[in-house]
């Protein structure tokens, strides 16, 4: 499959970017493998938290026995999506003066084409309808643009490092851990407090909000906890799925939502709870497999998963 980064450095090669002592040896001295009785702590990300909720055993199988899953279109799909995205925004000041004096000057077809000039092409066509993704993602920035005339359109932070080290209390002991992750993008809110916005490459359908506000609650505990003053308080989260459509999906597009209504209220709890349970899996070394016929057909580990028979004489060595 074609991959295509044109940013300089791949996330993965980033490495730390914790912006304290504190925190980048709260890091260096935490793993996804860690389990009672060894030093350090455990690390989370929204994508293990997510993986835990998904299936206790799926992410045993994932984050402590680093059993390798194979690369999905989907994921690849993705990956040269965000990549182009975190390019856009990098380098779009090189036009953006001259796209708003096109835009005042009424030529919005030649502003647009400006703009839309920000995004390098893949030396070979994209395989796996990225071109289309990012065409529609695109399309967003420049409604957003003729709407705001640049004003807090482009993004405070991009792919922003984030670092936290906390406690869970789980069953009356307070245990540390150290939460992990890149939050796709952070705009202000024009009146001092942030919006953090995720992109997603997959499809949309109604039951994503409940899952979108808990991994935004997850970036927002991340932000809070590891003292990024400069993006709190955070004030709304959003999430923009331009391949909505995709694979039965109802609706390509992006929502917004103010924190601390009835409708966002509960995910801080909700977070907490599954953080409790993801410690505890760790504490009790207990990792039940969750099956479900539907789920499971996706999982990479089926053949060792005891839920279907399987078991750990079936992992390759
Ligand atoms: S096959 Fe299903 S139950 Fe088994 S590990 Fe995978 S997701 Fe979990």
């Not at 040896?25 to 793993?31: F, I, P």
């Not at 994932?62 to 690369?71: G, K, M, T």
């Not at 309808?129 to 932070?157: A, M, S």
């Not at 991009?158 to 992750?181: K, Q």
Request: proline residues 5%; negative net charge.
């Amino acid at each position: 499959m074609m991959k295509f980064n044109p940013n300089d450095v791949s996330l993965v090669d980033r490495g730390a970017e914790a912006r304290t002592d504190e925190l980048l040896k709260s890091y260096e001295e935490s793993s996804y493998n860690w389990m009672p009785g060894m030093d350090g702590l455990l690390r989370i990300s929204k994508s293990s938290l997510g993986s835990h909720g998904f299936c206790p055993l799926k992410y045993k199988f994932s984050y402590i026995y680093r059993l390798p899953s194979e690369e999905s279109e989907a994921m690849v799909r993705g990956t040269n999506v965000h990549n182009i995205v975190e390019y856009f925004w990098n380098h779009v000041d090189d036009v953006l003066d001259e796209v708003l004096t096109l835009i005042a000057d009424d030529k919005k077809h030649v502003a647009k084409e400006k703009l839309f000039s920000v995004i390098p092409s893949p030396p070979t066509p994209y395989e796996l309808g990225e071109q289309v993704v990012i065409e529609k993602w695109f399309d967003w920035q420049w409604n957003r643009l003729l709407i705001t005339e640049g004003k807090h359109w482009k993004p405070i932070g991009n792919e922003v490092s984030a670092h936290a080290r906390m406690e869970i209390e789980v069953d009356g002991e307070n245990i540390p851990v150290h939460l992990r992750g890149f939050i796709d993008t952070v705009f202000s809110d024009g009146d001092g407090g942030s919006i953090l916005m995720e992109l997603k490459t997959g499809k949309w359908n109604m039951k994503k909000a409940k899952s979108m506000r808990e991994e935004m609650q997850f970036y927002r505990l991340m932000l809070e906890e590891g003292g990024y003053a400069d993006y709190l308080p955070v004030t709304h989260w959003a999430w923009e799925f331009p391949n909505g459509t995709a694979n039965g999906g109802v609706k390509a597009e992006w929502e917004i939502e103010q924190l601390g209504t009835r409708k966002t209220s509960y995910a801080p709890k909700t977070v907490m709870r599954n953080l409790v349970k993801l410690v505890r899996s760790h504490l009790k070394d207990e990792f039940e497999p969750a099956p479900y016929a539907a789920k499971c057909e996706w999982c990479d580990f089926m053949e060792l998963c005891p839920a279907w028979g399987g078991g750990m004489e079936n992992a390759e060595t």
